[in-house]
């Protein structure tokens, strides 16, 4: 997930800059700024101690995906890539998470117990929360059907994986509107990118949504719906 530094207030804009705080919330991590001296969740970008946390402060979520660069060289040939240096928290290609990533029993850095075996605890879900509903998406399931069409208190909803299998966006809709090869069209026959939401008239507007383990979504949203899940 990718957030805004910049923080609306009673007095105007103020950027903020952040550095990791070394605690965990719900086994989430924990950021710290400098600027007003609270903690955030990494989860929702809420604040959740200090000065930020007093007038309920939520850094506003910027569109991202996690895909792999493969298909980011094709579609941004010229963007920037970051790339760690060798030894930082790990060398070379591999991280100290490696291990964590690999051991499918355990889960949280300290041992969470799976709330709801609907899914294993490490299944990959795409979750958002929009008009007090809380949905996940079972990746492998979303990746299969190509897209998930869904009613929300806010209107209709298309959820599309991007490529790679390891994202996907959430788009408020026409009603009748479906996914064709890169594009998601309307039943009036407008077309829209569909991972950028431009194209014919007004983009479409995204919901925000995270990629993460089943296990951790529970964490913040334990009466989740789920749609996907084997065998139903």
């Known amino acids: 997930m990718v957030y805004s530094r910049t923080l609306e207030t009673d007095s105007g804009s103020q950027t903020l800059s952040f550095q990791a705080s070394g605690r965990l919330w719900r086994d989430a991590l924990v950021m710290y700024d400098r600027e007003t001296k609270s903690l955030w969740t990494q989860h929702d970008g809420r604040a959740l101690v200090g000065d930020a946390a007093s007038s309920s402060q939520q850094l506003v979520a910027v569109p991202s995906e996690r895909t792999t660069f493969a298909s980011a060289a094709a579609r941004h040939?010229?963007?920037?890539?970051?790339?760690?240096?060798?030894?930082?928290?790990?060398?070379?290609?591999?991280?100290?998470?490696?291990?964590?990533?690999?051991?499918?029993?355990?889960?949280?850095?300290?041992?969470?117990?799976?709330?709801?075996?609907?899914?294993?605890?490490?299944?990959?879900?795409?979750?958002?929360?929009?008009?007090?509903?809380?949905?996940?998406?079972?990746?492998?399931?979303?990746?299969?059907?190509?897209?998930a069409s869904i009613e929300s208190s806010v209107g209709p909803l298309l959820v599309v994986p991007v490529p790679g299998g390891l994202d996907a966006r959430a788009w408020k809709v026409p009603a009748g509107a479906v996914r064709d090869g890169e594009q998601i069209v309307g039943p009036d026959g407008r077309r829209w990118d569909l991972r950028s939401g431009v194209g014919d008239g007004e983009p479409l507007e995204g919901i925000p949504g995270v990629a993460q383990y089943w296990f951790a979504w529970l964490n913040f949203h334990a009466q989740t719906e789920l749609w996907g899940a084997p065998g139903s």
Do not use: C, H, W
């Open 77 to 147: 040939p010229n963007a920037r890539v970051l790339k760690k240096k060798d030894g930082v928290l790990g060398k070379g290609e591999s991280t100290i998470y490696d291990e964590y990533s690999e051991n499918q029993a355990r889960l949280g850095i300290f041992g969470t117990e799976l709330s709801d075996t609907r899914l294993q605890g490490k299944d990959l879900v795409f979750g958002i929360s929009e008009g007090g509903e809380d949905r996940a998406f079972f990746m492998p399931a979303l990746v299969e059907a190509g897209s």
